[in-house]
């Protein structure tokens, strides 16, 4: 297996954390690779709140009914944009939040993609203090992991169709 590949199926979704804050430098490398990201006419419609402060990192924990876990990382990243006018907004989101996982992973950290709908933003606009206009995209609890998952491909042959759509 390649470099690429090994990252890749390495990154899993990470719930427990030693409590041990996150470098600095390691986040900012982490978010490079986001940066990284491609996006539509290269507009890259993101930005990111990093929270390390604990009791706010505690807030964001308790706002989101399965981020729990929050409270005990090192850090919580919060991808957001202006997604109004944006068409290809939610992909380029997409692209770069992948990205920053990967990189986390590739960092010897965890992290976990939480999923924010409209009511959760409203929740954590506040705490993150950004305007109402603006979307948050995930809420991204980052720490030292206290666990270990396998890497794995999920790679499933009937989902793919080669040439053409087989029903
Ligand atoms: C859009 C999105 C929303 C998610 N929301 C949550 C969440 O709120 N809480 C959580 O613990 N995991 C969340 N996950 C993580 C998934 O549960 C996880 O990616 C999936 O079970 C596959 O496991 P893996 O990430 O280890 O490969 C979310 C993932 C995505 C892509």
């Not at 109402?132 to 720490?143: E, Q, S, T």
Request: net charge neutral.
């Amino acid at each position: 297996m390649n470099d690429a590949l090994r990252w890749i199926t390495q990154r899993r979704s990470i719930r427990q954390f030693t409590g041990d804050p996150v470098p600095r430098e390691k986040l900012t490398a982490a978010l490079q690779a986001a940066m990284a990201a491609p996006s539509a006419r290269n507009l890259r419609p993101w930005s990111f709140v990093v929270v390390t402060d604990r009791p706010a990192r505690e807030a964001l924990a308790k706002a989101h009914p399965y981020a729990g876990f929050a409270a005990q990382a090192g850090a919580v990243i919060v991808p957001f944009g202006k997604k109004e006018g944006s068409k290809w907004f939610d992909q380029d989101m997409a692209a770069a939040t992948e990205n920053l996982l990967i990189a986390i992973s590739g960092l010897g950290l965890g992290a976990t993609w939480c999923g924010l709908d409209e009511a959760l933003q409203d929740r954590i606009r506040p705490l993150v203090g950004t305007p109402d206009d603006l979307y948050l995209f995930a809420l991204i609890p980052v720490g030292v992991p206290a666990e270990e998952k396998p890497a794995r491909t999920q790679y499933d042959e009937a989902r793919v169709h080669w040439e053409r759509y087989q029903g």
